[in-house]
């Protein structure tokens, strides 16, 4: 879901007031999903909003996802990419949900 931005000019009072109500609402444009490659010990992750020194935080959305979570990291980092590092387990479950700050 991608929620409303403002133009680089501002906008209307009515449109400052969605967009701040929705930030203080938690609703940003900064989530995504990724599920871990199950033939590998690296996955990709390629999105826009990355930047050199963004964190990266997961939410995992199995059980098995959740027992990775202890494994996984982000060993590489670039605008638009970050490589996650993590166990090859063969499971084709792991998925998660991620937040990019910065």
């Known amino acids: 879901m991608t929620f409303r931005v403002l133009p680089y000019q501002g906008g209307s009072p009515r449109e400052i007031s969605e967009?701040?109500?929705n930030i203080m609402n938690g609703k940003t444009n900064n989530t995504g999903s990724v599920t871990l490659t199950q033939s590998s010990t690296t996955t990709t992750l390629n999105d826009e909003r990355i930047g050199e020194g963004s964190v990266i935080v997961f939410t995992p959305l199995s059980s098995h996802a959740a027992?990775?979570?202890?494994?996984?990291f982000i060993?590489?980092?670039?605008?638009?990419?970050?490589t996650i590092t993590h166990r090859n387990t063969g499971h084709s479950d792991l998925n998660f949900r991620?937040?990019?700050v910065g």
């Open 67 to 72: 027992s990775e979570m202890a494994h996984l």
């Open 75 to 82: 060993s590489a980092q670039t605008k638009r990419q970050a």
């Open 98 to 100: 991620y937040i990019i």
């Open 19 to 21: 967009v701040v109500n």
